[in-house]
Nanobody
Framework: QVQLVESGGGLVQAGGSLRLSCAASGSIFIVNTMGWYRQVPGKQREVVASISSGSTANYADSVKGRFTISRDTAKNTVYLQMNSLKPEDTAVYFC?????????WGQGTQVTVSS
């Protein structure tokens, strides 16, 4: 099992920045890819960004150039730096860890961007 704990969400004005953190614990050795997803009520959860064990990052088109995902393997933590935030970025953000057939989710952290 892998446990994921997100932090760093909150309320910010449009144009502002936030940094989300996802601390992993447990059977970390099985994890390959980690990522951030977001979900608003009534909509499907969507991928925001992901990063592989080799630090290859991928981003949703809607956040390219504004968000940066990074990984600190020594701390077993993944970060999502979010700049130039927009009201449409408002959502619950979830951390996900995958490895082989394993798939783990964090509890989510709310990000609210006011206009």
């Amino acid at each position: 099992q892998v446990q994921l704990v997100e932090s760093g969400g909150g309320l910010v004005q449009a144009g502002g920045s936030l940094r989300l953190s996802c601390a992993a614990s447990g059977s970390i050795f099985i994890v390959n890819t980690m990522g951030w997803y977001r979900q608003v009520p009534g909509k499907q959860r969507e991928v925001v960004a992901s990063i592989s064990s080799g630090s290859t990052a991928n981003y949703a088109d809607s956040v390219k150039g504004r968000f940066t995902i990074s990984r600190d393997t020594a701390k077993n933590t993944v970060y999502l730096q979010m700049n130039s935030l927009k009201p449409e970025d408002t959502a619950v953000y979830f951390c996900r860890a995958r490895g082989g057939s394993y798939n783990f989710w964090g509890q989510g952290t709310q990000v609210t961007v006011s206009s």
